[in-house]
């Protein structure tokens, strides 16, 4: 056991947090949180530490969040807001340990020292407490949790306890927390318990069992029942005690289907093969991985752990074998947002998994598809065609967004974002594009892509209405900038929207020419006439894009020039978001932006603009935004590489990778922020390294910051395996066809054949920096 207490070598690796502050605790077990897409265990302190249970909605003033989610286990708990959450599960890592009859525990005796490692390589957290209690009696507690990335039900917890003095009465108890609020026990055996969620009908089963060895020698318990074991015995000077405990879940999402059976079953099979296997197969999965997402930097040790530390939490956050869930706000690492889907997932979280992991992307994008009944509903309602998804999406596609919040001067306040933040249609269509651009997958497009793709135009022509000007109109919405609500004609909107109509009629054509037989098919199931698809060209042509081609910016809605100009320069160093120091009011008067908006339009579409027009509008909107979220900074980060201002993009990068790794969104309690962790990746792949796939080429055009000495990468490419090495001066590029058959790249404007396990080495240059003064 003790080898697989030691860390990986090498500080890039693993995260150390040293002592014990109860101020930073809980932002502590979000950045420390394992997880494997079914699995997501914050990173608490298993052995002595305080409550067993504590409610969500009541844990604010507790230090520890101890939390265990299972993906897709929502319901509708009888408290406000009444919408889905994702329900916490029973803690099944506590362990309590007694000296004496009394317990062992942080603030009683002296801390010699405490140390939290998440072993990112291995996909585990390990942690090292040495503790005197208040009588002199001197421990060493070691332990390691895993949740598996081999078999995803399982999960996985040593720990390792000596004792220096001999004659000591030693009571060690591992046992199982209470259910959270939502979950009602069906029953509870020796080494299974089974709970029903209240509302939705929802099964769990954890299936659990523990060992305990003490000298060398296995220590049968003196009680076990309910999940919880206990054994006691009197130490001997350097005596060692080791802790194994598995455990088994399985999510049931229909009412009557007992999800027991296969929970113990489960367990069953693993006690067989042993700890040592699982834990082998564990990181061998977690070694595969990252052979095909690792991210090298030389020159940067710090944007080298924080790239890590994001694709840690990327890997850990995506199931591909579940097309029933997706990938919330704050991953499996937190309360925030109660597990609800946004945006995010495919415009911040889909790039990387289309890249590196295209199963787990059609997984993702198959929620969305399985859910797009419940977008065709939304859409009924307010009396328009095809799909309007969800703004927040939990397990069934239902709208899950709060009406109204309590506000921080708390006074209620409406939010409308799930009527009026409509652009998400159109964000899903845009990662289906490109995951089919990327992969070539003609099963999904045929059987899932096509028809969320037409169903979002189809609602995007119905939304956007011809009017007396001759132009079609989206009225009423709100954009990425959620500062100005019920806006008409938001440009991010509006562009997204034409460019999603477009992407249909190029699936029609695809269809009609490649596969019309399923062409044939959908357009019946959809009721789509060639009538109606031939209203889609002139419904593209005409809607409002709020560009200026006399001053070359694009207008962020309409009217919005005509607000009052905020310098921001004069709230520098504040601790709130603007409108707090504003006030709402006047933040909706002003130019003030809350996040990259017009920018982020420019970032996922630059191929629809010019470099001037992506230069003058950052320019333009720079200076005006907030940055009071944090999906702000990577697109900022992203446009400035590709201009060249490679430092200012390093800026944007690094403040980026301290929201979680520094907490100064001063959130990261409630979990860390995954879409800041994708737009990482983006702004180092699609920023820095210049990788593009526009027209089903793909390119790479690269621009590293002068301290970054070389970037090296993997990339997946319809059924090829890639690898990319970028190195200065120059830079050179080798690109590597690990696996698959020979293709074509570009690189530097020039193409290149590819053969298999044949570097080949070029010359790109270096783009030419194109910013001028700032305005």
């Known amino acids: 056991m003790r080898y697989a207490l030691e860390p990986t070598a090498g500080s890039t690796w693993v995260l150390e947090d040293h002592g014990y502050d109860p101020l930073r605790e809980r932002d502590v077990e979000a950045r420390f949180a394992i997880g494997n897409g079914f699995l997501g265990v914050r990173g608490a302190r298993e052995a002595s530490r305080g409550p067993m249970w504590v409610p969500w909605m009541q844990s604010l003033n507790w230090a520890s969040w101890p939390r265990t989610y299972v993906a897709g286990l929502f319901d509708t708990p009888n408290v406000e807001p009444p919408v889905p959450v994702l329900l916490p599960v029973a803690d099944w890592l506590r362990v309590q340990i007694r000296l004496n009859e009394e317990p062992l525990l942080l603030r009683s005796g002296t801390m ?13 957290m390990l942690t090292d407490w040495h503790h005197q209690d208040r009588h002199g009696v001197v421990v060493r507690v070691r332990t390691l949790r895993l949740v598996s990335q081999s078999h995803r039900s399982i999960g996985l917890q040593f720990l390792h306890f000596e004792i220096e003095r001999g004659g000591v009465d030693v009571t060690l108890e591992a046992e199982f927390g209470e259910a959270g609020v939502g979950l009602d026990a069906v029953r509870l055996e020796k080494e299974l318990g089974v709970w029903r969620t209240e509302q939705s009908g929802k099964g769990l089963a954890i299936a659990g069992a523990a060992s305990l060895r003490v000298g060398g020698s ?51 099979q693993v ?27 030389e020159g940067d040790e710090a944007a080298q752990q924080a790239l890590r530390f994001a694709i840690y939490h990327l890997n850990s956050a995506a199931n591909p074998t579940d097309e029933r869930v997706s990938i919330g706000a704050r991953a499996l690492t937190g309360d925030a947002y109660l597990g609800h889907v946004f945006w995010d997932t495919e415009i911040y979280l889909l790039p990387f998994y289309t890249l590196t992991w295209p199963e787990a992307a059609r997984a993702l994008l198959m929620y969305r598809y399985h859910t797009l009944d419940g977008a065709r509903a939304k859409a009924r309602r307010k009396n328009f065609q095809g799909a309007l998804y969800a703004w927040e999406s ?12 309590i506000g921080c001067d708390g006074r209620p306040v409406d939010i409308l974002c ?22 070539g997958d003609e099963d999904f497009l045929c059987k899932a892509g096509a028809e969320i793709l037409l169903e979002t135009a189809r609602f995007w022509v119905s939304r956007a209405q011809p009017q007396a000007d001759g132009s079609r109109h989206i009225r009423g919405v709100i954009g990425p900038d959620e500062y100005h609500e019920n806006v008409d004609d938001n ?39 060639d009538r109606e698809v031939e209203q889609w060209t002139e419904a593209a042509a005409t809607l409002v894009t709020g560009y200026d081609p006399g001053t ?31 006030g709402l009011e006047q933040t909706r008067k002003s130019k003030v932006v809350k996040q990259a908006d017009v920018v982020a339009l420019l970032a996922l579409l630059d191929e629809e603009f010019d470099r001037a027009t992506i230069a003058e509008n950052f320019r333009y909107y720079e200076p005006r935004c907030a940055h009071d979220s944090s999906l702000s900074r990577p697109m900022h980060a992203l446009i400035a590489a590709r201009l060249g201002d490679t430092e200012r993009a390093l800026h944007y990068f690094r403040q980026t990778a301290a929201i979680d790794l520094a907490g100064t969104a001063g959130d990261t309690a409630g979990g860390v922020h995954i879409a800041a962790l994708g737009g990482l990746w983006q702004v180092a792949i699609l920023g820095f390294a210049g990788l593009s796939h526009k027209g089903g080429v793909l390119s790479i055009n690269p621009n590293l910051p002068s301290a970054w000495l070389a970037l090296g990468f993997h990339i997946q490419w319809r059924g090829r395996h890639l690898v990319f090495r970028i190195e200065q001066p120059g830079p050179t590029l080798t690109a590597t066809l690990e696996a698959g058959t020979t293709m074509t790249i570009v690189a530097g404007g020039k193409e290149y054949e590819l053969q298999r396990s044949r570097p080949t080495t070029v010359s790109v240059g270096s783009t030419t920096d194109v910013w001028g003064a700032r305005t």
């Open 112 to 124: 010699l020292s405490h140390c939290r490692m998440l072993d990112m390589r291995r996909g585990v």
């Open 491 to 529: 440009a991010y909107t509006n562009v997204m929207a034409r460019w999603n109509i477009r992407r249909a009629l190029d699936t029609v054509s695809l269809l009609r020419a490649r596969w019309p037989d399923d062409w044939v098919k959908l357009a019946r199931k959809l009721g789509l006439e």
């Open 552 to 582: 070359g910016l694009i207008e962020q809605f309409a009217g919005f020039f005509t607000l009052a100009d905020v310098d921001l320069a004069h709230y520098e160093g504040r601790s709130v978001t603007i409108d707090q120091v504003l």
């Open 394 to 405: 939990a397990d069934t596609g239902e709208e899950a967004t709060p009406t109204r919040l």
């Open 418 to 439: 799930g009527e009026q933040e409509q652009h998400i249609s159109a964000d899903i269509a845009y990662a289906v594009w490109h995951y089919w651009q990327v992969t």
């Open 218 to 268: 296995e220590l049968p318990p003196g009680a076990a029942d309910h999940l919880k074991w206990s054994w006691n015995w009197t130490s001997v000077p350097g005596q060692v005690a080791s802790l194994e405990r598995l455990v088994a879940m399985v999510r049931s999402d229909e009412r009557y289907m007992d999800p027991g059976p296969p929970a113990t079953e489960a367990l069953t």
């Open 271 to 297: 006690r067989r093969v042993g700890w040592r296997r699982v834990l082998a197969a564990h990181e061998a999965a977690w070694a595969e991985r990252w052979s095909l997402s690792d991210v090298e930097i």
